[in-house]
């Protein structure tokens, strides 16, 4: 059996040992991943699954992948530590509301801001393959993903955050193809 196949076989157990609330009074969070376009039916796809499958999902993961506590271990080889991210994530939330980057040429435009608790991300494409992405990072999530000491990133706090989130996450606009990350309280969209 693949890698591929038994990574396939967690999520559809996590998936269904998660899919209930707990209770009737307690709406569950739930992260939608759509991709529709690209001129071919079957390259759409649209992944709707409650936030409890995303972490007994990664519960099962093995221990080189993501820990038990649910960090995530970056590897050395990237050339970046997660301590100089942390250092340069605190840089940025200190500066306060700002435009960080800004980049133009003809065919493109890049802009990455803090306004407010958000971080955002602005892509736009001009031309007959442009492509337009919209990104919106909430300060807290990203505070979750780098909580904690050493060279990982903690997943799990991050999954927890998300679930108090509702709206768009990612939002990637191509000609023919669109890509929407988002949570909210319905199962299916």
Do not use: Y
Not at 135 to 149: F, K, N, R
Not at 183 to 189: L, N, T
């Amino acid at each position: 059996m693949t890698r591929q196949t038994v990574w396939v076989l967690a999520l559809l157990v996590g998936v269904t040992a998660a899919g209930v609330p707990t209770s009737a009074q307690e709406p569950q969070s739930w992260l939608h991943v759509h991709v529709e376009g690209g001129g071919d039916a079957r390259e759409n796809v649209a992944i709707n699954l409650p936030l409890q499958a995303v972490g007994a999902v990664m519960a099962m993961a093995p221990d080189d992948i993501i820990s038990p506590d649910g960090r995530l271990v970056v590897a050395e080889e990237h050339g970046v530590s997660v301590s100089d991210i942390r250092q340069a994530w605190q840089s940025i939330k200190d500066a306060g509301d700002d435009e960080f980057v800004t980049f133009m040429n003809e065919e493109l435009t890049v802009r990455v801001a803090r306004a407010g608790d958000r971080i955002e991300v602005r892509v736009e494409g001009s031309g007959e393959d442009a492509e337009n992405a919209r990104v919106d990072l909430p300060l807290a999530l990203v505070d979750a993903l780098l909580s904690g000491d050493g060279e990982a990133l903690n997943v799990a706090a991050a999954i927890d955050q998300l679930s108090t989130l509702r709206g768009d996450i990612v939002r990637v606009t191509e000609e023919e193809r669109e890509i929407r990350v988002w949570v909210d309280e319905q199962s299916v969209q």
